[in-house]
């Protein structure tokens, strides 16, 4: 069973500080690897993507890959309470296509 | 330029009725993965049609069923409702070649009473 893991939370940060949050998963035939942004009672946001192996920095966003360790982190730097959210981690788990598989999230609070 | 679109928003049927949902992708985009989202379990991939033809598909029993159109406009179906086919089900749009970005829409509640 391919699985995503991800510490479920909720994690608390002050504003301006930095939010780290990790993922996990099974399969090490995993190719790419997508972080999604979910306020309640709406949809999952793409806020990120990586299918190399170490950093990618978007804005205030960084993601890092690491396929050896079979690990998945999102750096957020300055945090803002808007960005208090639930944070997905979703992996392709075929060849091509979308079959995303994903973690139940990590719900961030960010207390200004 | 136009995101996801999903109707209806919103659903509310009885145990063993059918229903079909509906998504338009966004324009250009070929694939569309669809999404089963509840508290308990999380997301789960239904299916994926690209190009007309069911590329991937997930864990889930017959009662589930999709169909892409040649416009890419996709459609599932869940016959014989169950109390806990209640969720919030999500479609996704993506290029479809290789491994892509999807982004999402608004999604369907559906309730089952």
């Known amino acids: 069973q391919k699985e995503v893991e991800q510490n479920s939370g909720p994690l608390s940060v002050p504003e301006g500080a930095i939010a780290s949050l990790n993922c996990t998963y099974s399969d090490r035939g995993s190719q790419s690897f997508f972080w999604y942004r979910q306020y309640s009672g709406k949809s999952p946001e793409l806020i990120m993507f990586?299918?190399?192996?170490g950093d990618k920095e978007d804005g205030r966003f960084t993601a890092q890959l690491n396929k050896a360790s079979q690990y998945v982190s999102l750096l957020i730097r300055d945090s803002q309470p808007s960005d208090s959210a639930t944070y997905l981690c979703a992996v392709n788990a075929k060849q091509a296509g979308t079959a995303l598989i994903f973690g139940k999230g990590t719900t961030l609070s960010v207390s200004s | 330029k136009a995101g996801v679109t999903q109707t209806p928003r919103y659903l509310i049927k009885t145990r063993g009725q059918q229903v079909t949902l509906s998504c338009s992708p966004i324009s250009g985009h070929r694939s569309v993965s669809w999404y089963q989202q509840t508290p308990g379990q999380g997301l789960q991939f239904l299916f994926e049609?690209?190009?007309?033809?069911?590329?991937n598909k997930g864990n889930f029993p017959g009662r589930f069923s999709g169909r892409q159109f040649s416009n890419s406009r996709s459609e599932m179906n869940v016959s014989t409702l169950e109390l806990g086919d209640s969720a919030l089900y999500l479609c996704?749009?993506?290029?479809?070649?290789?491994?892509?970005?999807?982004?999402f829409g608004q999604g369907t509640r559906l309730t089952v009473v």
């Open positions: 990586i299918y190399s192996n």
């Open positions: 049609y690209f190009s007309e033809t069911q590329r």
């Open positions: 996704a749009s993506s290029l479809g070649e290789g491994w892509t970005e999807a982004f």
